[in-house]
């Protein structure tokens, strides 16, 4: 019975979630597998891997072939390398040590890598939202300077309705005041 490492879709439309299974070759897609191996979600900023290296390792020493999706993501999470290390070992070209030694050394060296392009993702995030907010505070301090002018005219000319009301309400007044004091004398 041929064997295959492939993804098994899962999700809803437009938001697809993958299962890293060992299957039948002769198996539907989406049907009847052997072993899951792992995970693999590509609607995260990076796409979060999560499989099970030795096992996927055990399958590919029995001879099961990846397809070439499948033989993407065994080889960024490092069970491709894995595979290669463990036939160096059978040969006598490396010893068990030596390769787990080697595998720790990409292991690190692949962690860095991600973490700086989440670092970077992240820092890309918050530059955007400060450019974002500062575009804001200028549409809003333009629209306050608009409403500003647009009411000054108005103000000016209740201001100058009033003033005009205003002097010529206290002249009366104290031209009647001069009169009502010498009323009263």
């Known amino acids: 019975m041929p064997v295959k490492i492939r993804l098994q879709r899962h999700g809803k439309?437009?938001?697809?979630?993958y299962w890293v299974v060992a299957a039948d070759?002769?198996?539907?897609?989406?049907?009847?597998?052997?072993?899951?191996?792992g995970t693999y979600n590509p609607n995260t900023n990076p796409a979060t891997i999560?499989?099970?290296i030795d096992g996927s390792v055990q399958w590919l020493q029995n001879g099961a072939q990846p397809t070439d999706t499948a033989r993407a993501i065994l080889s960024h999470t490092g069970v491709m390398l894995k595979n290669h290390l463990a036939g160096g070992v059978r040969k006598g070209a490396l010893t068990e040590e030596q390769a787990e030694e080697k595998f720790a050394a990409w292991s690190a060296e692949k962690e860095k890598a991600n973490a700086a392009k989440v670092g970077g993702i992240d820092k890309?995030?918050?530059?955007?939202?400060?450019k974002a907010l500062a575009a804001e505070k200028e549409v809003n301090e333009k629209r306050a300077a608009e409403?500003?002018?647009?009411?000054?005219p108005e103000v000016e000319e209740v201001a100058e309705e009033v003033a005009a009301e205003a002097?010529?309400?206290?002249?009366?007044?104290v031209e009647a005041a001069p009169a009502a004091s010498t009323e009263e004398e």
Do not use: H, Q, S, V
């Not at 439309?13 to 979630?17: L, T």
């Not at 897609?29 to 191996?37: I, N």
């Not at 002097?167 to 007044?173: H, K, Q, V, W």
């Open 167 to 173: 002097p010529a309400e206290t002249t009366e007044e």
């Open 124 to 130: 890309i995030k918050a530059d955007a939202k400060a």
């Open 50 to 52: 999560d499989l099970n």
């Open 147 to 152: 409403a500003a002018a647009a009411l000054l």
């Open 13 to 17: 439309k437009g938001k697809p979630f």
């Open 25 to 37: 070759a002769r198996a539907k897609r989406d049907g009847k597998y052997l072993e899951k191996l």
